[in-house]
């Protein structure tokens, strides 16, 4: 089976940074994309950015210009980069990976993030 564990999440203010970190049991360019989805409450989940085959990368519009994902093969690791957070940035962060071998995807337990005003 494939695991994912997130790490890196906390509190910090509005204009702040944070690093998450996904850890994965398999080589990152096994997975045909992975990338970080988050869910507020009373939200639906939503993705917030995503890289595609280790390279071409994707973000949200809310997050555009802000957030950077990238891809530490040699680590089995996908990283955040969050910068300039704002209060609604606030939510549980999911590292999320679909595994083409096994024709699924797969969730990490989740990280908070929470930004205060």
């Known amino acids: 089976q494939v695991e994912l564990v997130e790490s890196g999440g906390g509190l910090v203010q509005t204009g702040g940074s944070l690093r998450l970190s996904c850890a994965a049991s398999?080589?990152?360019?096994?997975?045909?994309?992975m990338g970080w989805y988050r869910q507020a409450p009373g939200e639906q989940r939503e993705m917030v950015a995503r890289?595609?085959?280790?390279?071409?990368?994707d973000y949200a519009d809310t997050v555009q210009g802000r957030f950077t994902i990238s891809a530490d093969n040699a680590k089995n690791t996908v990283v955040l980069e969050m910068n300039s957070l704002k209060p609604e940035d606030t939510a549980v962060y999911y590292c999320?990976?679909?595994?083409?071998?096994?024709?699924?995807?797969?969730w990490g337990q989740g990280t908070q993030v929470t930004v205060s005003s």
């Open positions: 999320w990976g679909y595994h083409a071998n096994y024709g699924r995807e797969f």
């Open positions: 890289v595609t085959n280790g390279v071409a990368t």
């Open positions: 398999k080589s990152v360019p096994s997975f045909y994309r």
